[in-house]
């Protein structure tokens, strides 16, 4: 079972503002701790280490963060709605597009989704696969 996610940040505020507006529609909380911040859904027993726990922080190795190549973390929207409102959202905090909202028929008839870019340039799907 995946229990959590650590994604690199150069710039915290601007790390932080895009993940909020991401996050938060989709019940996530935030807390700080030391140098990083953690995002994760209250209610889950050992939140901070999941599931779904999402790490931001600069890396361990004191290099700039970059996106990782193939790596997407994807968020399960409850509807079509919400993966359009969360990505406008992730666009005005910061985030870039990576993919406008629609179907992508070669994954099922039903996938809609949305792909942005974070400050650093991971990708982040936004999906919700009901009619």
């Given amino acids: 079972m995946l229990s959590y996610l650590f994604l690199g940040a150069n710039d915290m ?3 932080a503002r895009f993940y909020e507006a991401i996050l938060f529609p989709f019940g996530y909380i935030k807390e700080p701790f030391k140098d990083k911040l953690i995002f994760s859904l209250p209610g889950v027993p050992d939140r901070q280490n999941g599931p779904g726990a999402i790490y931001i922080s600069p890396p361990f190795d004191g290099k700039p963060a970059t996106p ?3 790596m997407m973390p994807a968020l399960r929207a409850k509807t079509r709605r919400q993966v359009n409102e969360v990505y406008q959202a992730g666009l005005q905090a910061g985030g870039t597009d ?3 909202p629609g179907i992508r028929t070669e994954y099922s008839e039903n996938f809609y989704v949305a792909y942005l870019h ?3 340039g ?3 799907a936004l999906f919700c696969n009901d009619e």
């Fill in 98 to 100: 990576g993919g406008q």
């Fill in 13 to 15: 505020s601007a790390s």
């Fill in 118 to 120: 974070d400050p650093v």
């Fill in 122 to 124: 991971t990708k982040i």
């Fill in 68 to 70: 990782g190549n193939g």
